[in-house]
């Protein structure tokens, strides 16, 4: 008769908690408290914590009190000290309990990034010391938002790229499950701040997570997606203060009911146009103009180019508000190179987007969308589209109006 194997391996869960859910003691001990019945379910757990509260905020406004526009090697260093409080913290709740726990910093945990400070990706993932430790039994407590760049230097993934932390774990480790808690019950229909029937969905497919995602409705880390639908990677988004199914984001196809629908409204405010006027048309334009944007880092949506009349065209397109100073500034110059006549900048403006897999192909939602914002006299400045998304620039004071029109029109 041969022998059971000693340790029969234990499934995986990644359990990420954000800085709302880590506000306090209590809220940290809470926290600890859901980990340790995970682990007495029988799974492995990896938890990834982010900053206290709004700690990452008070500590920007402490760099900005010492310097006008601080170092973003210094900034990336003293940012990541926020995760470097939550973790150890997790760790000794958790350690508090009964539980034996570890907690690591981005660069123990073998998070390699690129050198981009700020906005540093994912390059490598070296995970042989979690493994280690979870199979001391231990619970790992990963600080998220942070990895270590070239040169052993310090960086931050961007602003709540600790769910990018946690999913890139899960996936490096083959988790059966990540899970995000938040302060919200999962992802909705719509903002429920602007349409308070606003529906908590069962599921949502990756593409459109990531198009709410990225059009404003800031639950996740639109590069946490990515990663996730790369290695298909379920991601449960659930509320650290009410039990309750949440939502999970999955694949197109593990989603049965509704899938030829609207899946919700997203909205983002603070949007500027810009518009350079009297471009001549010819080839190589479009590229000069958006390539040193690009190199500012400044991303742009929403491009209009209109049809060429006696050879000169314009060329339209969206930043966020915040970025239309440096935008504005950058296509001066540029304009000045090409022979541009003029550049317009115009700031108060939204996005509201209709989201879902099936838009494709159903050129209705496209005539529902604009009727129901013409049935409320709301003009529409400028259109775009991909496959699950289109997507309306309006003028901002409209925006809670127009997010509440479409969602009776599509019925949600
Ligand atoms: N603490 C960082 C932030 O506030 C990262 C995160 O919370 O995910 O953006
Ligand atoms: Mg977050």
């Given amino acids: ?31 600890a408290r859901r980990v340790a019945a995970s682990q007495g379910a029988g799974y492995d757990v990896v938890v990834v914590v982010s900053a206290m509260g709004d700690s990452t905020d008070r500590l920007l406004s402490l760099a900005s009190r010492v310097a006008k526009d601080p170092a973003a090697r210094e900034l990336d260093q003293l940012l990541s000290t926020g995760e470097g409080v939550s973790a150890p913290l997790m760790s000794m709740a958790l350690n508090e309990l009964g539980v034996p726990a570890v907690s690591l910093l981005g660069f123990q945990a073998g998070i390699q990034t690129d050198r981009r400070h700020a ?12 493994e280690r430790e979870l199979a001391d039994g231990r619970v790992v407590v990963v600080a998220g938002f942070q990895g270590m760049g070239t040169e052993m230097d310090v960086t ?20 059966q499950a990540c899970e995000i808690f938040t302060d919200v019950r999962g992802i909705y229909t719509a903002d429920p701040r ?39 990677m379920e991601l449960h988004v659930r509320s650290s203060f009410h039990a309750g199914p949440g939502t999970i984001i999955c694949s197109e196809e593990a989603i049965m009911e509704d899938r030829n629908r609207v899946r919700g409204i997203a909205h983002e405010e603070h949007v500027a146009r810009l518009s350079v006027v009297g471009v001549p048309d010819r080839p190589g334009i479009a590229a000069s103009i958006f390539a040193p944007l690009a190199d500012a880092d400044i991303a ?33 110059g540029v304009a000045r190179e090409i022979g541009a006549r003029t550049v317009l900048a115009q700031n108060g403006l939204a996005k509201v987007s209709v989201i879902g ?14 009727k129901a914002l013409s049935d409320r006299r709301i003009n529409i400045e400028m259109i775009s589209t991909s496959e699950v998304r289109i997507t309306c620039i309006i003028q901002a004071e409209r925006v809670k109006e127009a997010v509440t029109a479409l969602h009776e029109a599509f019925k949600l």
């Avoid at 359990?15 to 506000?23: A, D």
């Avoid at 969905?201 to 990225?214: K, V, W």
């Avoid at 897999?357 to 604009?370: C, H, L």
């Fill in 357 to 370: 897999s099936g838009i494709r192909g159903q050129p209705g939602v496209a005539a529902t969308m604009f």
């Fill in 119 to 130: 906005r540093a990706r994912i390059v490598g993932l070296t995970p042989a010391r979690i």
């Fill in 300 to 332: 742009a949506d929403v491009i209009v180019q209109t049809a060429s009349h006696e050879g000169v065209t314009d060329m339209s397109f969206t930043v966020a508000s915040a970025d239309g100073r440096e935008a504005e500034r950058i296509l001066g």
């Fill in 156 to 175: 931050t993934l961007g602003r709540g790229g600790s769910d990018t932390t946690a999913v890139a774990l899960a996936a490096a480790l083959k988790a």
């Fill in 1 to 31: 008769m041969s022998a059971l194997p000693e340790t029969v391996a234990r499934p995986i869960l990644v359990q990420k908690f954000g800085g709302s859910s880590l506000g306090t003691p209590g809220r940290i001990k809470r926290a």
């Fill in 194 to 232: 602007f349409v308070p029937s606003a529906r908590l969905l069962t599921r949502i497919a990756y593409p459109e997570m990531l198009e709410l995602a990225s059009s404003g409705a800031r639950v996740m880390h639109p590069r946490a997606v990515e990663i996730a639908e790369a290695y298909t």
